[in-house]
């Protein structure tokens, strides 16, 4: 052996590890079975939690350079996609959590005040490196996130908020993508011609289809050209800035670009790793999403119309949190702008050549 033997055991620390869960119904004197299935399953979320950060810490020091290597493209998604995996498992200890009943709960629950998630630091790390911002998020007794926190954390989390998010560094990486223009093709002037023919398709559709009554014509007709509009402001740089200062868009207008034409030529193969890289940020944000709305509905089942312990108003809070803390919303909607395979404007032998691999 090139180094000392190792045993399982104290590699992974198991005594410590495993003497830590203190049921307070033992201490009181009233031990309750469920206890240590509650105290485990939000021990193991933080381990998970510890994991998560030890990732998106990764990816943050690839993207807060000023160029980044093609070299590390490629573990920057793969550690993205490992986010996506390790929340899809949290998600499942729901599923064991709720093997405890609300009357199981309520044999300790009156123990553990003032105690509550919301005290998660790993969690709301995750949440602030990702780009959660302070303004998105929703009030919580009438303070700051970071006050639920102990002072020390307070802090850390104030340090963490003045530094660049995921959010920040991506959005300088989108802007800094090739191709958008070459000296034959405009990408923009043959998409625009794209969308207002797609368009044109869709109302000539609408306005010839015998099952539509003409109230539900107008009405179709109405909101196709409601989305055309926003598709407007992609083509105008101060529409666009008015409506992302009114709050319809984050990205900057040559990131939204930039993340539009990844997603069009996703098949080209220098697009493809960019292509995942926005899919697993998509999929970060659906899964966490995910599991707000189960924990919120876990919350009904368990509390009803109670307040949580950390004093909020429980399942209203959980539930309005979830519709409210998304972080890559943008990415989300970027499927307005979508036309299909068909319509996307071909890409000139010149720019095709440069978007492939040359030996």
């Known amino acids: 052996m090139k180094y000392p033997p190792v045993h399982y055991h104290h590699y992974l620390g198991l005594d410590p ?26 021990q193991t979320y933080e381990l998970w939690f510890k994991q998560i950060v030890f990732e998106l810490d990764s990816v943050l020091c690839a993207f807060q350079k000023p160029q980044i290597a093609e070299t590390e493209m490629g573990f920057a998604s793969a550690r993205l996609e490992r986010i996506v995996s390790i929340l899809k498992l ?3 200890q729901i599923d064991v959590l709720e093997t405890m009943t609300p009357l199981d709960f309520l044999d300790f629950r009156d123990m553990l005040y003032p105690a509550s998630g919301f005290q998660s630091f790993q969690w709301r790390l995750i949440e602030t490196k990702l780009g959660l911002r302070i303004g998105d998020r929703l009030a919580y007794n009438q303070a700051p996130f970071y006050k ?7 802090k850390r989390m104030l340090e963490v908020l003045d530094q660049p998010s995921l959010y920040d560094s991506l959005e300088k990486w989108l802007e800094r993508t090739p191709f958008l223009q070459g000296e034959n093709f405009n990408f923009w002037d043959s998409y625009k011609e794209a969308v207002n023919r797609m368009f044109q398709d869709d109302l000539n559709t609408v306005k010839q289809n015998p ?21 407007d402001a992609l083509f105008d740089e101060k529409a666009y800035e008015q409506l992302r200062q009114e709050g319809q868009f984050r990205l900057s207008y040559k990131a939204m670009h930039a993340a539009l034409l990844i997603q069009l030529y996703r098949d ?12 697993a940020l998509l999929d970060i944000d659906e899964t966490m999403t995910t599991w707000r709305y189960r924990h919120a509905l876990m919350a009904m089942r368990m ?4 307040i949580g312990t950390g004093g909020s108003s429980g399942h209203k809070y959980l539930a309005e949190a979830t519709a409210k803390h998304k972080i890559f919303g943008d990415f989300f909607n970027l499927t307005t702008f979508f036309i299909p395979r068909s319509q996307v404007p ?14």
């Open 211 to 231: 099952r539509l009554s003409e109230e539900d014509k107008k009405k179709n007709i109405l909101g196709l050209e409601q989305t055309l509009k926003s598709f």
């Open 268 to 279: 080209q193969p220098i697009l493809q790793t960019p292509f995942r890289i926005i899919q």
């Open 90 to 92: 949290i998600i499942g």
């Open 303 to 306: 509390l009803g119309q109670k």
């Open 346 to 359: 071909a890409l000139p032998k010149s720019i095709a050549d440069k978007m492939s691999f040359h030996y």
């Open 148 to 154: 639920s926190l102990s002072e020390d954390q307070q």
């Open 17 to 42: 590890l495993l003497s830590s869960q203190h049921r307070k119904s033992e201490e009181y004197g009233k031990p309750a079975h469920d206890e240590m299935l509650f105290i485990i399953v939000h």
